[in-house]
């Protein structure tokens, strides 16, 4: 890269982290799309930087372009860029060249990447490893000092265009999603599995449900099975043995459990042998749920409100209600289209008798809403990506004893921001009903 003339796209956590770690050398251009939005123009002036429009990028003169995440690859200008022989390529991309840690373990998948990863670092770091987290979780790579494990975090985006691999992968299931981006299912699943398709990779582990994968020559692959490590109920067994009872604990629920199962594997692979049950619970005593993961808000109604708003895809949501199966459950749905197949969702809203309602916002909410009241399932409808009206109406439905779940199975809308803004509102809201 020394000497490069490099183009950084975006001016977010992933671009700024890019933009400090090339070398002095390197001549450097800021791309971003909303050149004139106030966050953006603050990100010129700290810099000192001009910023230019992604249509400037076939008049500069660039060896290499850092993309954030968010950027396609399948978008004009980016497939423009590599038709002119200009590298397209991620922070995650170059940080791999490198690395700063001696094993790096890549977790990705269309739900449980983010409890995955965080419990593969919990029972790493209980085992005696020095581990550290980074990527998709929120932490740029090039945060990573020196250590024993890296765990990262990886998206379909991330994992797109990468040209290696790390060392162990992880795959805890494969649905879809983020269509926008991709354009397509098919190009979904074959960006994610791109994880897995370099080198130094030497071990993949894959959950209980993924379907049967062409892994390069050499690989090996280690399965959750019914004769090894595998989730049942509140329980991680191995074979008929129960090796943990997580029932009262931040893992109860059944597609939690399967979570550590997945990490309880990988965490093996890294460290070569088995680990013990007091290894695991060390790992799990005080563990936290990402926020917005089945996350109990606090209320004085007698109602149980939950939010799940991380749950942005129809396999995540499905994964929620059937938490709740068997109480009395209103489900709030709905956010950005993304023109994601709601088969999965139908389908847990018809097998779970005990949904009474569901609310649903936005323009996933409104699209979703006949084949949901087709079921048979009541549905009120919120014209608007409106939480607080959605609380609201939820509010005058439950009744004592009730579990309101917002799981929306659908990104958040850009007129209410990030998945962090949504949780908030849907605390704010709760707090309200409660005085």
């Known amino acids: 890269m020394a000497r490069s003339r490099v183009a950084v796209?975006?001016?977010?956590t992933e671009g700024m982290a890019a933009l400090a770690?090339?070398?002095?050398?390197c001549t450097v251009t800021l791309?971003?799309?909303?050149?004139?939005?106030?966050?953006?123009?603050?990100?010129?002036?700290a810099q000192g930087m001009q910023i230019n429009a992604p249509s400037d990028l076939g008049q500069l003169q660039v060896d290499v372009v850092i993309r954030s995440p968010g950027v396609s690859i399948y978008r004009?200008?980016?497939?423009?860029?590599?038709?002119?022989?200009?590298?397209?390529?991620?922070?995650?991309?170059?940080?791999?060249?490198?690395?700063?840690?001696?094993?790096v373990v890549g977790v990705t998948g269309t739900k449980g990447k983010s409890t995955t990863t965080l419990l593969i670092e919990a029972l790493l770091s209980a085992a005696g490893r020095s581990t550290e987290l980074a990527g998709n979780i929120g932490?740029?790579?090039?945060?990573?000092?020196?250590?024993?494990?890296?765990?990262?975090?990886?998206s379909s985006y991330q994992a797109a265009d990468l040209v290696r691999s790390p060392h162990v992968g992880v795959l805890t299931n494969l649905g879809e999603d983020h269509l926008p981006w991709h354009r397509t299912v098919e190009n979904y699943q074959r960006d994610k599995l791109n994880l897995f398709a370099h080198a130094p990779l030497t071990d993949v582990v894959l959950g209980e449900s993924v379907p049967a994968l062409a892994i390069r020559d050499g690989v090996t692959v280690s399965v959750l099975d019914q004769d090894g490590l595998h989730a049942s109920g509140a329980n991680l067994l191995r074979g008929s043995d129960v090796i943990a009872d997580l029932t009262d604990t931040a893992l109860e629920p059944a597609h939690l459990v399967v979570d550590l199962a997945i990490a309880s594997l990988a965490a093996e692979v890294v460290l070569d042998r088995r680990l013990s049950s007091d290894e695991l619970l060390a790992a799990i005593d005080g563990f936290k749920r990402p926020p917005g993961r089945l996350e109990i808000v606090p209320s004085t109604d007698g109602?149980?409100?939950?939010?799940?708003?991380?749950?942005?895809n129809p396999f995540a949501a499905a994964a929620g209600i059937a938490t709740f199966a068997a109480r009395r459950l209103i489900v709030i749905v709905g956010g950005d289209d993304r023109g994601v197949d709601e088969a999965?969702?139908?389908?847990?809203?018809?097998?779970?008798?005990?949904?009474?309602s569901v609310i649903a916002i936005g323009e996933s909410?409104?699209?979703?809403?006949?084949?949901?009241?087709?079921i048979g399932v009541s549905v009120h409808v919120v014209d608007a990506d409106d939480i607080t009206l959605a609380v609201g109406i939820a509010g005058d439905i439950a009744a004592a004893g009730d579990v309101v779940l917002f799981s929306p199975a659908a990104p958040t809308s850009p007129s209410v921001g990030n998945w962090e803004r949504r949780s908030a509102l849907f605390r704010s809201a709760i707090e309200t009903l409660s005085r």
Do not use: F, Y
């Not at 740029?140 to 765990?151: M, Y």
């Not at 999965?344 to 009474?356: C, D, G, N, P």
């Not at 909410?365 to 087709?374: F, L």
């Open 9 to 12: 796209w975006g001016t977010g």
């Open 21 to 25: 770690s090339l070398p002095q050398e």
């Open 31 to 45: 791309i971003a799309d909303d050149v004139s939005s106030p966050s953006v123009l603050a990100v010129g002036q």
């Open 76 to 103: 004009e200008e980016v497939q423009s860029l590599v038709k002119r022989g200009v590298r397209v390529t991620t922070l995650l991309d170059l940080w791999l060249e490198a690395p700063t840690a001696d094993v």
């Open 139 to 154: 932490r740029a790579v090039t945060e990573i000092g020196r250590c024993e494990v890296a765990v990262i975090e990886v």
């Open 303 to 312: 109602v149980t409100w939950i939010n799940d708003s991380l749950a942005s």
């Open 344 to 356: 999965l969702l139908i389908a847990a809203l018809s097998v779970h008798q005990s949904v009474r």
């Open 365 to 374: 909410g409104r699209r979703w809403a006949p084949s949901i009241t087709a």
